[in-house]
């Protein structure tokens, strides 16, 4: 089962909309307090449909308490639009672990500087970059997407079904 892991999380519509995706995937995600909103809001409920109920969610308290969770050998990958490498360069597989940060400013230095680190290329922005950054990302939710389909392709290796 992939993992998506959702780094204290602001913006309850966009964490239902990633547990509706987690739930399509049958992925695990998993949400890092503290959180900007109450678990289960109703504006997360709305954005995850009826698919709530089938999303698998885990709880940790904190980014510690994360880390203890990890298995010795866990793959873990944070996305960041400062990484070099770009999440179409890596094998995926089983139980990897993706990591996406705060909708406001990501994740912390401490933890880029631990782990392997992707991107998502964003051409608008590296083609056409503005004064005012208005196009230095993607919304989380959309991003979740792009990285855990692309994951789930590679690990299930079989699209076509239908």
């Known amino acids: 089962m992939l993992n998506i892991v959702l780094y204290q999380p602001e913006?309850?519509?966009?964490?239902?909309?990633?547990a509706r995706t987690c739930a399509m995937l049958e992925a695990r995600?998993?949400?890092?307090?503290?959180?900007?909103?109450?678990?289960?809001?109703?504006?997360?409920?709305?954005?995850s449909m009826d698919y709530l109920?089938?999303?698998?969610?885990?709880?940790?308290a904190s980014w510690e308490a994360f880390e203890?969770?990890?298995?010795?050998?866990?793959?873990?990958?944070?996305?960041?639009?400062?990484?070099?490498?770009?999440?179409?360069?890596?094998?995926?597989?089983?139980?990897?672990?993706?990591?996406?940060?705060r909708e406001s400013d990501g994740?912390?230095?401490s933890i880029l500087e631990k782990y392997s680190c992707l991107r998502i290329p964003m051409p608008g922005a590296e083609h056409s970059p503005r004064e005012d950054h208005r196009f230095h990302s993607l919304n989380l939710s959309v991003s979740v997407g792009i990285a855990a389909f692309e994951a789930m392709r590679q690990i299930t290796g079989n699209w076509s079904k239908p």
């Open 107 to 109: 994740v912390p230095q």
């Open 68 to 101: 203890e969770s990890l298995a010795a050998d866990a793959r873990v990958f944070v996305l960041s639009g400062w990484a070099s490498e770009i999440y179409t360069q890596i094998t995926y597989q089983t139980n990897d672990y993706l990591v996406f940060g």
């Open 11 to 18: 913006i309850p519509q966009n964490t239902g909309a990633i």
């Open 53 to 60: 109920e089938d999303a698998v969610l885990v709880e940790h």
């Open 29 to 47: 995600l998993h949400l890092v307090r503290p959180f900007g909103f109450q678990l289960l809001d109703r504006r997360m409920k709305r954005a």
